[in-house]
Every structure is written in C-alpha cells, then in structure tokens.
C-alpha cells in the first residue's frame, strides 16, 4: 500500500484516485473548491462517468478521502499526481495550472524538509509525477525547475520527478483504468521510475505492459497516442467522402470490408473471430471532439513548428475534422432543398460522445449554429448532456432562444420535419420504431456515425453512402 496526492479531481484526477484507492493505496485528493470536495467526501461525484459514483462510494471514508490542503494531502506521500487542465490557446499549451501546482508542492516540501530537519529527521521521499498532457520537454524542464526554485531541493536527490500520462477515455474511464492496455511511467532516474511502477504493482502483476522509460518519451506517447487515433478517424472521413463524391458506393460497407483485413482482427482462445480496438476509429462519422483528440493534435503541431518541424499529416488530420460537421448540413439540403429557413430541424446528441456529458468540441455546436443561421427551427436533445450543452451553445454565440432542449427523445421527433443524429446514445437505436409507430417514417434522418441500419427508414442518408449518384 502507498500513500497517494492527487491534486485535481476532474476527469483524470477523480477518475485516477478513485482507481487507485480501489486497489488498495490510501488516496487524497486535492482540489481548490471546497464545494467539489464536499461532494466527493459524501461519494457523489461532480462529474459523469459510468461506474464512478459505485466505484466512489466504495472507497471514500476508507481509504480515499477529499481535501483543499495540499500540505493535509502530501503528508508522507510516496506520489503526488498533478491532474490539472492544460488548455490550448491556438499557439501553446496554457501551464498555469501545471506550474502553479508544481510552485506549491515544491513549497510543501521545503516545509517539510524543514520539519523533519528541526525532528532530526530523514524527510519523507515522494515522487512528484505529472499526469496532465504536457509537450514532450515539460515535465523535466519547467515543472523541475519551478519545484527547485520554491522548494530549494534538488530533484534526483530530495525528490523524484516523473510523468504517467493517462489513457483514459470519457464515458468509459472507469473501466480503461481498471482494465488498461498499458501503464506508462517515465522518471528522471531508476529511483522514481521504480517507485511510480510500484504504485501498478498489481496491474504489472496480471500481465498489463508497464513501461519504463524518460518523461520526455512518456509525455510522446500520449500524443502519438491520440494523434494516431485522431488520424484514423479522419482517414475515415476522406474515404467517406470519395465514397460519396464517386457515387454508388456506401462507406459503412467499404469499412466493413476493411475491419476483415488480417492487421485488424484476430481469434480469440475459442477461436472466434474478433475485431481490434482500433476497428472503432475506422468508420465514417461528423467528425471528433472532446476534451483531448482536438487539442492535443493541435498542442504537438505547434510544438513541432516551434521547433521547425512541419506536420502536413496532422495538418490535414484537422482540416478534415473542421470541415466534417458541415456534410452534416450538405446531406440534409440534399433532403429539404437549399433553404432551411423556417423548418424544424432536431439534432439528436449533444455530448460529443455517449457516456458522457462533456460537449467540448462536439460536432454538435457548430452542426446546430450552423442550422440556427439558416433559419431553421432547431430541437435538441440529449440524455445527460442539457446544461453543459445550454451553456456551450451559448459560448459558441448561438443564442439562448434560438435552440429547444426536449425533455424526451419522443417529443424531439414529435414535429421535426427532418433529424440529424449526432451522437450515438444507444438510446437512438429505437429511434425508427418511434418514428414507424408514429407515422412518420418519411421523416428524413440524416445519420452522422451511422449507426442505424440505412435501411431502417426510408428517407435515411448518412455521411458517406451517395447510392442516388
């Protein structure tokens, strides 16, 4: 068992101490916002994702606890994990946050160097590890240096310093943590690597590649990581247009036939067929969001650029990403005619994923702008993601009573003169049989992760299938 900090308690952070706490370490996390602690003491998590509130419940007041004093949260740790944001703002990642952490562990540690020195002491080691997504470089450069310069002490020596970057997705992060791929973990020397391993002992111990290496690789990795996946879906995109411009063609079924080639499937001990993890980034959609795949490509681009390296590849990668929500807009003319003006319109998903109601960078924001500039009537509904994507709307300049939020998926279809689905809930899989028992089958639906059957609906269209042509 070791003692674990974790300052930050969003997705990463909550996420993480929680899995850690569920494994046996005793866990603090640590936020600035006493509200938010409150809630995680009493097992309600201010966030959504599956399996968390259970998971919580099960741990706090035992071995996981919430608190605002860092000092209260470092006493004795063998890690401090710093999950905090690292926004983009077009050029660079935003370190504040990171720094500002890193500023005030490195002042807990002087004081306790400094406690354990007037007890005649040896202070306690811990490893300082940053979990955030930072640019390879920034973890053994400026987080070093900031803790040097408060705390006085000498990564290497009085303290280890390391990097764990999270692989964590949103709507299933409960069960990536608990069933991961793999655990990177990058230290300054053998000292900290060894110590943050200890800390996946029983990860190692089942058979889950723990790998040991720098922070700058570690760091790399998370990028390359989801620059990769990023690609593949906008790979994807570029075949489903071709497929459309070409005409005749459906693009699910090309994916399908490609999901079969011997690179992305395998047999399993029964030997049964089955299709690799990354068979799910492989097929046509309006496009991805979120909190990571959009800002973490642009982040490594331009670092690269800053560093004199061009990156057409992952140039194009977002190019086509941007421009992905407005075939959304092309196919439904397609059924309605040029003008939208006056006709309601429903979009179906909000979160720009399911499992989740993060709605940053969702497809959603700007298919709906888009809707409401041309005058359409706009409907929206989502499961979970209502207020988060009231106030993202608001951010994106669409104003407060141009959009509808309906509080079924029945009522969101009940007048809709066409639907646009956008996220795929798997609460919209019944979405032909409400419209069948309703009569209104004829309703155009335009599918953008095509993810009904095309022939569930007569009038059903979808990013990447042009039959007509």
């Known amino acids: 068992?070791?003692?674990?900090?974790?300052?930050?308690?969003?997705?990463?952070?909550?996420?993480?101490?929680?899995?850690?706490?569920?494994?046996?370490?005793?866990?603090?996390?640590?936020?600035?916002?006493?509200?938010?602690?409150?809630?995680?003491?009493?097992?309600?998590?201010?966030?959504?994702?599956?399996?968390?509130?259970?998971?919580?419940?099960?741990?706090?007041?035992?071995?996981?606890?919430?608190?605002?004093?860092?000092?209260?949260?470092?006493?004795?740790?063998?890690?401090?994990?710093?999950?905090?944001?690292?926004?983009?703002?077009?050029?660079?990642?935003?370190?504040?946050?990171?720094l500002q952490v890193a500023r005030e562990i490195g002042q807990v540690l002087k004081d306790q160097?400094?406690?354990?020195?007037?007890?005649?002491?040896?202070?306690?080691?811990?490893?300082?590890?940053?979990?955030?997504?930072?640019?390879?470089?920034?973890?053994?450069?400026?987080?070093?240096?900031?803790?040097?310069?408060?705390?006085?002490?000498?990564?290497?020596?009085?303290?280890?310093?390391?990097?764990?970057?999270?692989?964590?997705?949103?709507?299933?992060?409960?069960?990536?943590?608990?069933?991961?791929?793999?655990?990177?973990?990058?230290?300054i020397d053998e000292r900290s690597t060894e110590q943050l391993a200890r800390m996946y002992a029983t990860f190692e111990q089942k058979g889950v590649p723990v790998v040991r290496t720098t922070p700058r690789t570690a760091e790399m990795i998370k990028y390359t990581s989801n620059s990769f996946m990023a690609t593949m879906i906008s790979f994807s995109n570029e075949i489903a247009r071709i497929c459309d411009g070409i005409g005749g063609l459906d693009a699910a079924e090309v994916f399908k036939g490609l999901h079969l080639m011997k690179h992305l499937i395998y047999r399993d001990a029964d030997n049964n067929l089955k299709k690799a993890g990354a068979t799910s980034f492989l097929w046509a959609g309006c496009g991805f969001g979120g909190s990571c795949f959009p800002k973490d490509v642009k982040a490594i681009t331009a670092h690269a650029q800053h560093r004199g390296v061009d990156t057409p590849m992952l140039d194009a990668v977002l190019s086509t990403n941007k421009t992905q929500p407005g075939q959304m807009l092309r196919l439904l003319k397609e059924q309605l005619g040029d003008s939208l003006a006056g006709r309601r319109v429903t979009v179906l998903g909000?979160?720009?994923?399911?499992?989740?109601?993060d709605v940053r960078e969702s497809p959603a924001l700007p298919v709906i702008a888009d809707l409401v500039k041309a005058g359409a009537k706009v409907t929206a509904h989502d499961p979970i993601a209502v207020e988060t994507g009231r106030k993202a709307l608001a951010d994106y300049g669409v104003p407060a009573d141009a959009v509808s939020f309906a509080p079924s998926l029945d009522a969101a279809l009940a007048s809709a003169e066409a639907v646009l689905l956008v996220t795929s809930w798997p609460e919209y899989k019944a979405v032909p049989e409400?419209?069948?028992?309703?009569?209104?089958?004829?309703?155009?639906?335009?599918?953008?992760?095509?993810?009904?059957?095309?022939?569930?609906?007569?009038?059903?269209?979808?990013?990447?299938l042009s039959l007509g042509r």
């Open 434 to 464: 409400l419209q069948s028992k309703a009569g209104r089958s004829a309703v155009p639906l335009v599918d953008g992760r095509r993810y009904l059957a095309r022939e569930s609906l007569p009038a059903y269209s979808g990013i990447g």
């Open 113 to 187: 160097a400094a406690a354990a020195k007037a007890a005649g002491k040896q202070p306690h080691y811990c490893v300082v590890t940053v979990k955030s997504t930072v640019v390879p470089g920034t973890t053994d450069t400026v987080v070093r240096e900031a803790i040097e310069e408060v705390s006085g002490l000498k990564a290497g020596k009085d303290f280890g310093l390391g990097m764990n970057p999270e692989f964590l997705a949103e709507g299933v992060a409960v069960k990536d943590f608990q069933d991961p791929d793999r655990i990177v973990v990058g230290g």
């Open 1 to 98: 068992m070791m003692k674990i900090c974790v300052v930050g308690t969003g997705y990463v952070g909550l996420v993480s101490g929680t899995g850690l706490a569920s494994v046996g370490h005793e866990v603090a996390c640590v936020d600035v916002d006493a509200a938010k602690v409150e809630r995680i003491n009493r097992g309600e998590p201010p966030i959504h994702e599956e399996g968390l509130e259970a998971l919580l419940k099960a741990n706090v007041g035992r071995r996981l606890r919430a608190t605002t004093s860092l000092a209260s949260a470092m006493e004795n740790a063998d890690v401090a994990l710093v999950c905090v944001g690292t926004p983009f703002d077009g050029k660079l990642i935003d370190l504040s946050y990171v």
């Open 350 to 357: 909000v979160a720009f994923k399911p499992g989740t109601d």
